[in-house]
């Protein structure tokens, strides 16, 4: 069964860092492209980064770029993301997900239960 | 940077009824547009792909279509576990950026 359990939220001061996990499991986690989505309370979707299988390439939304970082340890089959300078608004709960894609299509077909951030002094 | 409309934001509807959501972009995505449904409090889960293609599982009630900059997604006959949140996704950046439609929220009548 193919599972991700996201950890490493809270309630961190505005300007403070926080690193959220992701760990996989019940798939070959090297062979898969990982992506962050984060929903804002009582707000929709938004993407925030993507990293490829073997982290060769890496993605990141303009709300989040240069203080957001995302990687991955296949051998410890874990995505991280690592959130500098955080402001009130990347309040959110953040999800990972994995991409499944083939010339024809690109989707998030699995998902965690995600974990909640909370920026506020 | 391709943006994602839905309409309507919320509709009212009861079990048995025809739901159609309405999702545009802002320029032609071809056939990549997926379409979530999210529950609260849960994870947001996969419904159709590909603009059409139902996801192994979901029920045949859901079905998808359109292709360019506009798309639908209808639930043919409502049942009591389809009310929640429904979002559409444009992959044709990928991996560049997934954008997602802001949500249509389906509550009971």
């Known amino acids: 069964e193919v599972q991700l359990v996201e950890s490493g939220g809270g309630l961190v001061q505005p300007g403070g860092s926080l690193r959220l996990s992701c760990a996989a499991s019940g798939f070959t986690f090297s062979s898969y492209s990982i992506n962050w989505v984060r929903q804002a309370p009582g707000k929709g979707l938004e993407w925030v980064s993507y990293i490829s299988s073997s982290s060769s390439t890496i993605y990141y939304a303009d709300s989040v770029k240069g203080r957001f970082t995302i990687s991955r340890d296949n051998a410890k089959n874990s995505l991280y993301l690592q959130m500098n300078s955080l402001r009130d608004e990347d309040t959110a709960v953040y999800y990972c997900?994995?991409?499944?894609?083939?010339?024809?299509?690109?989707?998030?077909?699995?998902w965690g239960q995600g974990t909640l951030v909370t920026v506020s002094s | 940077d391709i943006q994602m409309t839905q309409s309507p934001s919320s509709l009212s509807a009861s079990v048995g009824d025809r739901v159609t959501i309405t999702c545009r972009a802002s320029?032609?995505?071809?056939?990549?547009l997926n379409w979530y449904q999210q529950k609260p409090g849960k994870a947001p889960k996969l419904l159709i792909y590909?603009?059409?293609s139902l996801q192994s599982g979901v029920p045949s009630r859901f079905s998808g279509s359109g292709s360019g900059t506009d798309f639908t997604l209808t639930i043919s006959s409502l049942q009591p576990e389809d009310f929640a949140t429904y979002y559409c996704q444009q992959s044709y950046s990928s991996p560049r950026g997934f954008t997602f439609g802001p949500g249509t929220k389906v509550d009971i009548k």
């Open positions: 590909a603009a059409s």
């Open positions: 997900a994995r991409l499944h894609s083939s010339g024809y299509y690109s989707l998030f077909d699995f």
């Open positions: 320029q032609s995505i071809s056939s990549y």
